[in-house]
């Protein structure tokens, strides 16, 4: 199993600001995921982040947008950025261990 | 482009009713089908999975069939509870760069009344 514990579980931000999401796991992982899940929606994945190395982004997602950091094997931390009401979300960490774990996410509201 | 297709979207049933949610994939790569179940403020959690060389599993009141054929797989919730309702997506992965990458479907959102 895996406990994945993330801050903040909530914030209401102004837009045009920043919010750094952190996602902190109880044991090592070599992978780390980072979902969004917009409201009625699916999840989608953002991005995959390695420890050591850049991370690998999905269609329609960019850096410069959601920059990402994975400085070891337990911890990362997903930025969004320049935010938009559209950027209103419910933002997940996830890891992978013989199954999909999730962290309780992090629902963003912008205004 | 959905991989996964899950209907419905909202489903209604009464307490010891069952509840059905269908899934239908496209892409025959996929080899491990897992359903999350995700409670209001909650992230997604691990109900019940299966692999495509089973047609079918139970776990307790939750059962998956899968029709590796027709590329279809669900979800059965016997005698559905109230503590049932919440939001439950099917997903599919595999393998992809050395790590099992997941699609969920769009998530369907169950209320079980008394």
């Known amino acids: 199993s895996a406990v994945i514990s993330q801050k903040p579980s909530r914030d209401i931000c102004q837009r045009g600001t920043s919010l750094t999401i952190q996602c902190q796991v109880d044991s090592q992982v070599t992978m780390m995921f980072w979902y969004r899940q917009q409201p009625g929606q699916s999840l989608t994945l953002i991005a995959t982040?390695?420890?050591?190395?850049?991370?690998?982004?999905e269609s329609g997602f960019v850096i410069d947008k959601f920059p990402i950091s994975r400085p070891n094997l337990t911890f990362s931390t997903l930025t969004v950025s320049n935010m938009s009401p559209e950027d209103s979300s419910i933002y997940l960490c996830?890891?992978?261990?013989?199954?999909?774990?999730f962290g309780q996410g992090t629902r963003l509201t912008v205004v | 482009q959905q991989q996964v297709k899950q209907s419905p979207q909202s489903l209604i049933v009464q307490k010891g009713g069952i509840s059905i949610i269908n899934c239908a994939y496209e892409n025959t790569a996929f080899d491990y089908f897992p359903w999350y179940q995700q409670f209001p403020g909650k992230g997604p959690a691990l109900l019940i999975a299966?692999?495509?060389?089973?047609s079918e599993k139970k776990e307790g009141r939750f059962t998956i069939s899968f029709n590796k054929s027709a590329k279809q797989f669900s979800l059965h919730i016997m005698d559905s509870q109230p503590g049932d309702s919440a939001t439950y997506f099917c997903a599919a992965s595999s393998n992809s760069g050395g790590y099992q990458k997941v699609t969920f479907g769009i998530g369907t959102k169950l209320q079980v009344i008394p």
């Open positions: 982040a390695n420890q050591g190395s850049e991370a690998t982004y």
């Open positions: 299966i692999r495509p060389d089973v």
């Open positions: 996830s890891v992978y261990r013989g199954k999909a774990f």
